[in-house]
């Protein structure tokens, strides 16, 4: 049975940083596409940024440009997301996602796509 588990969210002042960890267990992610989306309340799940494989250029929503990069590490069977010059408007829950198939970057942005989720970790930018 394939697992994620999402660790590193926080409370964080604007212009802080913090690095999202993602432990998956019950598969390899060598091949996966990963991803990670991000929620508040009352609004859709929105894509962050993903890849389909590790070191592949990610594909990434045009608002995290140049602060948020992703990681895998096979070895580790781990994703993470590091996030710099955070931004109020970064608050949200986050989570991981995963699917065994290899998307296209047109679909890799679909929530649907995923075959696998995380609980999300909170994070929150605020003075």
């Known amino acids: 049975q394939v697992q994620l588990v999402e660790s590193g969210g926080g409370l964080v002042p604007p212009g802080g940083s913090l690095r999202l960890s993602c432990k998956i267990s019950g598969g390899t992610i060598n091949t996966w596409t990963m991803a990670w989306f991000r929620q508040v309340p009352g609004k859709e799940r929105e894509f962050v940024i993903g890849?389909?494989?590790?070191?592949?250029?990610?594909n990434y929503v045009n608002s995290v440009k140049g602060r948020f990069t992703m990681s895998r590490d096979n070895a580790e069977n781990a994703m993470y997301l590091q996030m710099n010059n955070l931004k109020p408007d970064d608050t949200a829950t986050y989570y991981c996602a995963a699917t065994t198939r290899r998307l296209i970057t047109s679909t890799m942005r679909d929530s649907s796509e995923y075959d696998y989720w995380g609980r999300g970790t909170q994070v929150t930018v605020s003075s």
């Open positions: 890849n389909r494989r590790r070191g592949e250029s990610p």
